[in-house]
């Protein structure tokens, strides 16, 4: 059974830094791409990052390139997305995603992922 858990959300001001943690249980490393989305008020879900564990090859959202870093620990069965410079637009709730790779050659879109965390709140504040 796939379960994953987000942690680290909050609250910050502008130019400030989180790392967003995900546990997972039941993830498939070798073969499966991970993600991180993210979900503002009235807005659709977004892919940030995600990364294939298996080839190590991940992809970011131009919004978020050079500031954000998605992080896989394969051993404690954990990803981070550490978030650097944030800004108000950076502000939503993250989800944790994981499933079967359908493709490495572009970021997984949100369809391509069955397996969902509950998400974590971030608030980046002018």
Do not use: H
């Amino acid at each position: 059974q796939v379960q994953l858990t987000e942690s680290g959300g909050g609250s910050v001001q502008a130019g400030g830094s989180l790392r967003l943690s995900c546990t997972t249980e039941g993830v498939f490393y070798s073969s499966w791409c991970m993600g991180w989305f993210r979900q503002a008020p009235g807005k659709e879900r977004e892919g940030v990052a995600s990364i294939y564990v298996g080839g190590r090859t991940t992809y970011y959202a131009d919004s978020v390139k050079g500031r954000f870093t998605i992080i896989q620990d394969s051993p404690n069965k954990m990803l981070y997305l550490q978030m650097n410079n944030l800004v108000p637009g950076d502000t939503g709730r993250y989800f944790c995603a994981a499933d079967f790779c359908r493709t490495t050659a572009s970021m997984p879109g949100a369809s391509d992922y069955n397996y969902w965390g509950q998400g974590t709140q971030v608030t980046v504040s002018s």
